[in-house]
């Protein structure tokens, strides 16, 4: 329940400061380091908490996996390129593979005894969701480096919140799961 709590104040926190338009102030490279900070952040809770590995291990791999249901967001995307909003570089390639991840977790959340038996589905999920998570930053940050106002839509709410809150969460979830093992989870 603390985790829970901690996650809700964190997700408060990031749409008022979204919502007020903080986020949509900041040049880079701020948005990416601050990003980077709050993903650096969560790795080093996962590291040195005992007590949140325990807790993120009863949680189980279905909550973590769910999270990433938020990855349709590539279809906003899309639209915001289709609207001449986010350039094709980033738009396209990241909101397709984003989909095809977040599409990817329901068929795994579909038939939860399969990633059981077969772990090998859920890893290959993950290094796939992974490598698209991580592109999509880097095209976003080398982008938004060389033209400001051509990422300007990711900073505006309620996408302010991909960088304040969810994209910090996706690449600390892939990495716990890089060590999930289903041994090590009670049953659900």
């Known amino acids: 329940m603390k985790y829970i709590l901690i996650g809700s104040s964190w997700l408060i926190a990031a749409i008022l400061v979204g919502a007020t338009g903080s ?16 993903t650096i952040g969560l790795i ?8 949140f590995r325990v807790w993120l291990k009863n949680l189980g791999w279905r909550p973590v ?10 279809f906003y995307f899309l639209f915001l390129y289709r609207q001449g909003q986010l350039p094709f570089a980033f738009a396209v390639p990241g909101g397709i593979g984003d989909i095809i991840i977040a599409a ?6 579909a038939v939860p005894s399969a990633v059981r038996r077969r772990p090998l589905l859920l890893s290959v999920w993950n290094m796939l969701g992974l490598i ?6 880097l095209t976003a940050s080398r982008l938004a480096m060389g033209n400001p106002m051509s990422m300007a839509a990711l900073l505006r709410f ?9 994209v910090p969460l996706i690449i600390a979830s ?3 799961l890089l060590r999930w093992r289903p041994d090590e989870e009670r049953a659900v």
């Open 23 to 38: 986020v949509a102030q900041l040049r880079p490279p701020v948005p990416q380091l601050v990003l980077i900070a709050m």
């Open 44 to 51: 080093a809770i996962w590291l040195f908490s005992g007590e």
């Open 65 to 74: 996996v769910s999270l990433h249901l938020t990855r349709f967001v590539g």
């Open 104 to 109: 990817l977790a329901i068929a795994l959340l």
């Open 132 to 137: 698209d998570i991580l592109f999509v930053v």
């Open 158 to 166: 309620p996408l302010s919140l991909l960088p304040t809150f969810l």
């Open 174 to 176: 892939h990495l716990w």
